[in-house]
């Protein structure tokens, strides 16, 4: 019998109002000098000082580290480490969507072990832990909170580095559904079929394990029948509140198991484009699906039936055609855009596109796909989500 490597967040805190537990999980863990790790748009809300009110108000007093960017930079990240030497802080929350929370996990770990972020991207696995992380999701997408990755960007290079290992991954995730009710719907959007994509691509990896079957699972469960319902109705709080759940089940899904070619093609769209993550996964999904499905049949068959789409006693086949229809269907209701549609230049693309492939390869997340490409199906595959 094969041995499944599990890890998951020490503590975790599951509904409405749970980020108001702060001060009480630092407390738990023994921790008293937070740096907080957001974006200028939640400091701007006032939603960062109502984290710092709450800790101060437990005795606990904080620094506010705001200048996280999207899809964090190595610039960014070595201004955050700066800003955290600067304090005598024992611990980091990040508090945000993917960026900011991915932006905390690296500073925390280069804060404590020093030296430049690519020489920790894959293959490197870096388990040795640095400052202990406190998750505080505000996106339903990333599953940051639970995972053992980081995604930093070379900004000399457009490559987005893929960093691994345990020093990554939160001690605590305080996962409040609460603070996606002002997220605006194409974000909503977005990040419900990033959750859904890591649901799928962790059932299908060749690393999959009976443990992350479960979690994705389950999270497909959660995610496929509301991720309508709460773009139509961002107040639809079973709805919303059924999201955030699913996007930490398929985080933890995944980091348990991995993704695949998906998010290994998905990387260089947002580094050479600036395609937020979740949406560059959403245009790739349908097509890299239809293309892998023939080497795991019955895996995608279990997903569409997960996802409440096809009879439990309906053939592979059938089940994997009604997968395939409503993943084009998805993409259509809720107006997922091709990349010629949101603006990029198709000879640039064309021209993109052979560093891509290599790019896509050198992550190594297409290794684990069901069905896996070398470069020449790589490029034909981005070809055809042009198309």
Avoid at 128 to 136: D, M, R, S, T, V
Avoid at 195 to 211: D, G, Q
Avoid at 320 to 344: K, Q, Y
């Amino acid at each position: 019998m094969s041995i499944s490597n599990i890890a998951l967040p020490r503590i975790m805190r599951i509904g409405g109002g749970a980020s108001r537990q702060l001060p009480e999980v630092l407390a738990m863990l023994g921790l008293s000098r937070p740096l907080i790790v957001t974006d200028s748009y939640l400091a701007g809300q006032g939603l960062a000082d109502r984290l710092a009110e709450d800790l101060r108000a437990a005795g606990i007093e904080s620094r506010v580290f705001a200048d996280t960017v999207p899809d964090p930079t190595v610039t960014s990240i070595d201004a955050g480490v700066a800003f955290l030497l600067a304090g005598a802080h024992d611990c980091v929350v990040g508090f945000g969507g993917g960026s900011p929370l991915d932006s905390a996990k690296a500073i925390a770990m280069l804060g404590a072990h020093g030296g430049a972020m690519a020489d920790y991207k894959t293959p490197h696995v870096q388990d040795a832990p640095g400052l202990p992380i406190i998750a505080i999701p505000t996106t339903a997408g990333t599953g940051s909170d639970a995972t053992r990755f980081t995604i930093i960007t070379d900004e000399t290079t457009d490559e987005k580095m893929l960093c691994a290992g345990l020093a990554y991954l939160p001690v605590a995730a305080l996962v409040d559904y609460e603070l996606t009710l002002t997220k605006p719907r194409r974000l909503t959007a977005d990040t419900g079929i990033d959750s859904l994509t890591h649901a799928i691509e962790a059932y299908v990896s060749k690393r999959a394990n009976p443990f992350s079957d479960g979690m994705a699972l389950l999270a497909m469960k959660a995610i496929a029948p509301n991720l309508r319902r709460v773009c139509a109705d961002p107040g639809d709080l079973l709805a919303r509140e059924a999201m955030m759940l699913g996007a930490t089940q398929a985080g933890i899904a995944f980091s348990n198991s991995s993704v695949a070619l998906v998010h290994g093609m998905s990387r260089p769209i947002g580094a050479h484009f600036h395609v937020p993550h979740g949406l560059s996964n959403a245009m790739l999904l349908p097509a890299i699906t239809a293309w892998s499905a023939p080497a795991a049949l019955h895996r995608y068959a279990d997903c569409a039936r997960a996802m409440q789409i096809a009879p439990e006693a309906e053939g592979d086949q059938a089940a994997v055609a009604r997968l395939l229809d409503e993943l084009a269907a998805l993409n259509r209701d809720l107006e997922v855009p091709g990349p010629s549609a949101w603006g990029i230049n198709a000879g640039r693309w064309d021209a993109l596109v052979p560093l891509m492939c290599e790019q896509a390869l050198a992550s190594g997340s297409p290794g684990n796909n069901p069905r896996v490409p070398d470069a020449a199906e790589i490029a034909e595959l981005y070809a055809q989500v042009w198309r």
